[in-house]
Nanobody, 124 residues
């Protein structure tokens, strides 16, 4: 069992930055790939980025590549999402999710555990 808690959301102006954190419980955190997804009002949940259990590989959605950076600290059971050059279209609830194993997936259906999300609002 893995419990995930996101934090760091808030209101920021376009062009600004935020860093989200995903804190996990459980001793096997380092066995899970972690993904960030987001859901804007009236839209489906979409993939943002994922990182392998070791942190050695990542996969970014084209819409956030070169603006967002994912990293993890397995000693702290935490994954971070640094978001720079934010745009109004980045406004959404951001969720972190865990998937057991080394494979990266951009599918929400492949994830085993989910956090409750943190709201990011980017004003124009």
């Amino acid at each position: 069992q893995v419990q995930l808690v996101e934090s760091g959301g808030g209101l920021v102006q376009a062009g600004g930055s935020l860093r989200l954190s995903c804190a996990a419980s459980g001793r096997t955190f380092s066995s899970y790939a972690i993904g960030w997804f987001r859901q804007a009002p009236g839209k489906e949940r979409e993939f943002v980025v994922a990182i392998t259990p070791s942190g050695g590989s990542t996969n970014y959605a084209n819409s956030v590549k070169d603006r967002f950076t994912i990293a993890r600290d397995n000693a702290k059971n935490t994954v971070y999402l640094q978001m720079n050059s934010l745009k109004p279209e980045d406004t959404a609830v951001y969720y972190c999710a865990a998937r057991f194993g080394v494979a990266l997936s951009s599918s929400a259906h492949a994830m085993d555990y989910w956090g409750k999300g943190t709201l990011v609002t980017v004003s124009s």
